[in-house]
């Protein structure tokens, strides 16, 4: 079983359902239409290019990016009111990360619409002159290169860094399109843009993610800082050690939880082989639809008790009917521990871990579910950050007492 961090919120901590042997259901009706895309490749018809009928299932898509792309999310958490100031490394970073994030934006819808545009024409040089166009002015944007801060608080991690290397992220994934002219120039295509815009709307995600992450872990060391002089105690070095400071990694994932489930999915073979997981704490089965769609040789047991929430739970049982009816899904009504002992040691090849984040009740949810998992394969779980210190408390504590 494997142990380690993937992304900002989910870490990792690795009951085979029989399988079908007939055709795998992919979408929830059967239906071309009812495609909740997440990559552009999704929206074409089996064995076919991209065309007319892709339209639809290319806005969605667009709309779904843009659900991760919105740069008035970034998790700062009342830092500007908060005491003490140098929480917020400078606040001269904030106009920086909004310039440079709001031409990303700006440069991803721009470049998505013209590859919509395209779906069902030839490109032609105005569309070469539009990019070219795009590109300068993004290149021009102030928070591509903004410069560092003469001095910085103790512990403190500049945002600056973060900008810079997204920046030219996204520098070179539009050089490497819409650069070069004349004979040296690349043809246009639909498939090529939508395929840039859509790493662009993923490369912004990350950006916003990783902001976020800074400024938060820059709160949580201020505060250990300000409460240690207050008390007359190294609070930092007593949590982290002999330390000068305390830095973040970032990995090139995308923070939403399917996002990060994609990615160990991709690890465990879902692409070639059936693969069986948990999720524990289903709620709106956001990320089970989205997994199930995405994965047809992925089969999902599904554990939320819904308690007072009939509504939400007839929802659910809906959407996901047509994955009940095919075998490759079954929502358990029921709270963990309870549903732990229906699942067979050693049968499962993930589990996702999101129910109740109190101490002992993660605790609880990792010593029922830590023996389902197979060897080689993946206990995971959300929101391992600063903002639910109970969730890090209790997986630092299983994984020290881990045999």
Request: a negative charge; glycine letters at 6%; aromatic letters at 8%.
């Amino acid at each position: 079983m494997t142990l380690g961090a993937v992304s900002r919120h989910v870490l990792l901590l690795g009951l085979l359902l029989p399988f079908q042997s007939g055709g795998v259901l992919r979408y929830p009706d059967g239906s071309f239409e009812s495609r909740y895309p997440l990559h552009v490749d999704e929206c074409a018809l089996p064995g076919r290019a991209l065309g007319p009928e892709s339209q639809g299932c290319l806005l969605r898509l667009r709309k779904h990016l843009l659900e991760d792309a919105d740069c008035n999310r970034v998790i700062c958490d009342n830092i500007l009111t908060s005491t003490p100031m140098e929480v917020y490394s400078n606040q001269t970073d904030w106009a920086p990360f909004k310039n440079l994030c709001g031409h990303m934006q700006e440069l991803f819808q721009a470049v998505y619409d013209i590859g919509v545009g395209l779906v069902d024409r030839e490109a032609v040089e105005e569309d070469r002159q539009e990019l070219e166009r795009l590109w300068q002015v993004f290149l021009a944007s102030e928070g591509i290169s903004p410069p560092d801060l003469d001095e910085l608080p103790a512990y403190a991690n500049s945002t600056r860094s973060v900008l810079r290397r997204h920046a030219d992220k996204a520098l070179a994934m539009m050089q490497e399109v819409v650069g070069g002219s004349g004979s040296s120039a690349q043809p246009l295509a639909a498939e090529k843009l939508l395929s840039l815009a859509a790493e662009l709307a993923r490369r912004l995600q990350l950006l916003i993610e990783n902001v976020s992450v800074t400024l938060l872990l820059n709160y949580h060391l201020a505060n250990l800082e300000h409460n240690g002089r207050v008390d007359q105690k190294n609070y930092v070095h007593q949590i982290y050690g002999d330390v000068d400071s305390v830095s973040v990694v970032f990995h090139e994932i995308p923070g939403k939880r399917w996002d990060s489930l994609t990615h160990l999915l991709q690890q465990l073979g879902v692409s070639e082989n059936s693969v069986a997981m948990v999720e524990v704490g289903v709620e709106a089965a956001n990320t089970s639809q989205r997994l199930l769609e995405r994965n047809p040789l992925l089969s999902y047991i599904g554990v939320d008790p819904y308690m007072g929430n009939d509504g939400l739970y007839e929802d659910v049982v809906r959407r996901l009917q047509p994955f009940r009816d095919s075998g490759r899904f079954t929502l358990h009504r029921s709270i963990s521990l309870s549903a732990s002992d229906l699942v067979a040691d050693g049968s499962m090849d993930l589990v996702f871990l999101d129910a109740r984040h109190d101490y002992e009740a993660v605790s609880d949810d990792i010593q029922a579910w830590r023996p389902k998992v197979r060897p080689g394969g993946i206990l995971s779980g959300h929101d391992f950050s600063w903002m639910f210190p109970t969730v890090a408390m209790a997986v630092y504590k299983s994984t020290f007492d881990a045999p």
